[in-house]
């Protein structure tokens, strides 16, 4: 993978890039970047590893459904994260031509890429790059979707055999898929790629 030549593409679509090589650099740089802020957070395990709501929450307002306020809701805090000045999100997978691929279940996190904040910041691991856009959809579907129904428990056939057989069934965590092409107009928007592996 050239990570230069994928920089270059995703500058090339309108994205402000940042590199690290650690992610308490990206951290680090996230946490002086943002200060004072409505922040909204979409799940993601590379963020929460990261540390990111303990960080951000002591000088911001942030909102997440990982990370409940007193008395709130899941509901309540997806909704509260919605709009604001700025939403985080990891992708499960992106494109070397920078094609970044998102699935959901609730869609709060899709919509949180697409609308309503004026700074969203995509962070993530080199271990979410493909080569092509099909492979990134592959990594999505096949990777990333499995993994986050183990980690959620749901009777899916993807829980137990690690890959996606498209189930209909309750507990289906992929209801939707977003490939974002360019930043959405009026919405800068910025990936913070790690130099590591992070996340599912
Ligand atoms: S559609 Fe169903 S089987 Fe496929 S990854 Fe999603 S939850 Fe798993």
């Not at 007193?70 to 805090?77: D, I, K, M």
Request: net charge negative; aromatic share 6%; proline share 2%.
């Amino acid at each position: 993978m050239d990570l230069e030549t994928m920089q270059m593409n995703l500058a090339r679509r309108g994205y402000i890039v940042s590199v690290f090589d650690t992610a308490e650099e990206a951290a680090e740089y996230l946490d002086g970047r943002i200060d004072g802020k409505n922040v909204g957070i979409g799940g993601s395990v590379t963020l929460d590893k990261m540390g990111m709501y303990q960080r951000l929450s002591a000088h911001n307002n942030v909102e997440w459904h990982w990370h409940l306020k007193e008395g709130e809701t899941v509901q309540e805090a997806r909704t509260a994260a919605m709009t604001g000045d700025v939403y985080l999100s990891s992708v499960n997978g992106i494109s070397e031509a920078g094609e970044i691929v998102n699935i959901d279940g609730a869609g709060n996190r899709l919509a949180g890429t697409l609308f309503g904040h004026s700074k969203v910041y995509y962070v993530l691991g080199i271990n979410k790059i493909r080569p092509t856009l099909e492979d990134a959809i592959g990594r999505a579907r096949n990777i990333a979707a499995p993994l986050n129904a183990k980690r959620l428990g749901c009777e899916t056939p993807c829980e137990k055999r690690g890959v996606c057989y498209d189930c209909q069934g309750a507990d289906r965590i992929c209801r939707a898929m977003t490939i974002t092409y360019a930043p959405m107009m009026g919405q800068e928007t910025e990936v913070v790629i790690i130099r590591k592996f992070l996340g599912l």
